[in-house]
């Protein structure tokens, strides 16, 4: 289901819902006993990326509440990346169907369900400002209720039955806002957290791959690939995704690959299976046999991660490959901002660099417009970064992988 179908669903239906359910709640009120819960489920239905922003936060429950029962509602499309983290047990989580209506609905009443079931006795809702989210998290029965709540702003209502009310802080980075979701839980004042959660002192788990599963992968992408073989490899992620405003320019792309390429490496152009126009394009550009096309190329995730250790460098637009790298942290990153600020979104890996401008109008896609940018498309934010900009921090991060290789 594309994204101005989910806007729209969220907006014209799950207004009047969570109206109606405030109403409920007010008759009906099931707040929390001070008993600290044993069933806990955490709600998120965004990007891929967000759940590895989110493992703080997991880790957090986890020491918190060490008696109780992690759940997760989320997109199927999603699942494999939570399997990565293994951070709860696959049994232990509840997935949805978005591809249409009809299955949506089907697996919401289904979800509902299963949670009533559980007796699910907290919900911690980590979507910013979506209905549907928040509209799961009261008929889940919980007397937790944690979400991010618009106080005094105006607009972005999602109901008034949400009892552990976070403010949503634009100006803090979206893990620390997740901790201040598992924080909530024992908070009791209004707005809750006016003290700063604990800090989060653990490290971005890194994916251990056997020795054997590298040098096949490695194999595998040689015989497809063989003209890359003897040549470090630099991977582009040129697509925008479902938001194509926050993609660098792709003639950008275009000349920075053909640069990198007359310099003797070898350039993999990743994506979806639906990318593969985009990828192709900057193929046909270059017209190098070391320059091809990867979109559709990877099975999985895993699949992503595990080519990602063949390759020196990678260079992405916001987007889940950014946020996966800091699963792979020898991988150095570079990734653009512009619609969306590093200051929220930054990768939690050590070794990535961020471009942003902070021009007046950036960022544009917030939660308080649902992501929905104003913008004509004309992304001065991100055609400003020029590719010689890009190439320059290319060849830094380049040497200093280089020297570390050696050292």
Known sequence: MDINRQRAI?????????????????IISNDPDGVPPKHIVIILLSEMGSL????????????????????????????????????????????????????????SIKAILTMRKLKIDAAIDCE??????????????????????????EGLYRGN???????????????????????????????????????????TPVLEFPDEELLQTTRELHNFYPTIKEKKLVLIYPSGGILPIRAWPLQHYCELAKTLLE???????????????????????????????LAGYTRSVRHLLAVFHRASLLVTNDGGPGQFAALTPKLPTIIFFGPETPALYKSLGNNSYCFYRGLPCSPCLTAYNHRSSPCDGDNQCLKQISPQQVLAKAHEMLAAKQAGATA
């Open 10 to 26: 969220d907006r014209y239906f799950g207004v009047p819902i969570c109206w109606l359910l405030s109403g409920v709640n007010r």
């Open 52 to 107: 590895v922003l989110a493992q703080p936060m997991f880790m957090r429950l986890k020491e918190q509440y060490p008696d109780a029962t992690l759940h997760m509602l989320m997109f199927a499309k999603n699942r494999e990346v939570l399997d990565l983290l293994d951070v709860m047990p696959p049994e232990n989580v509840i997935t949805l169907d978005d591809s249409n209506i009809k299955s949506l609905v089907k697996d």
């Open 128 to 153: 910013l400002f979506a209905r549907i989210s928040s509209i799961f998290s009261y008929l889940s029965g919980a007397t937790f209720r944690v979400g991010f709540h618009r106080h005094t702003q």
């Open 161 to 203: 039955f949400i009892n552990r009310a976070v403010t949503y802080n634009p100006y803090r980075h979206l893990t620390q806002q997740f901790l201040s979701l598992a924080a909530a839980l024992e908070s009791n004042t209004t707005p809750t957290n006016k003290l700063l959660p604990e800090p989060y002192t653990g490290k």
């Open 263 to 293: 310099e003797g490496y070898a350039v993999g152009v990743i994506g979806l299976k639906g990318d593969r126009a985009i990828a192709q394009h900057v193929v046909d550009y270059c017209k190098d046999t070391a320059c091809v096309n």
